[in-house]
């Protein structure tokens, strides 16, 4: 699965990791790293929800949001 993203805004700094965007078919994206799990919603529809870390880790860079994602099949593209 190809998600190409036109807008994103990461909306916490640190613990959790979040972001909020629309991908270029107007399709609402979130994707979420909290308590060792990465989720990735796609038009409100859950895509993805992995264990990555332990209970107490939240805190990943986009790259590595979109390297694990890529991981189970869903490529992540910033087209901004």
């Known amino acids: 699965m190809n998600v190409q993203l036109v807008e994103l805004e990461r909306t916490h700094v640190?613990?959790?990791?979040?972001?909020?965007?629309?991908?270029?078919?107007?399709?609402?994206f979130y994707?979420?790293?909290?308590?060792?799990?990465?989720?990735?919603?796609?038009?409100?529809?859950?895509?993805?929800?992995?264990?990555i870390g332990g209970a107490l880790d939240g805190v990943c860079t986009f790259k590595e949001l979109c390297r694990w994602a890529a991981n189970k099949g869903i490529i992540i593209t910033d087209m901004r």
Do not use: C, H, I
């Not at 640190?14 to 609402?28: C, E, I, M, R, Y």
């Open 31 to 51: 994707a979420r790293y909290r308590w060792g799990t990465l989720v990735v919603v796609l038009d409100n529809q859950v895509a993805m929800v992995e264990q």
């Open 14 to 28: 640190v613990a959790p990791a979040s972001w909020f965007g629309k991908t270029v078919d107007d399709v609402d």
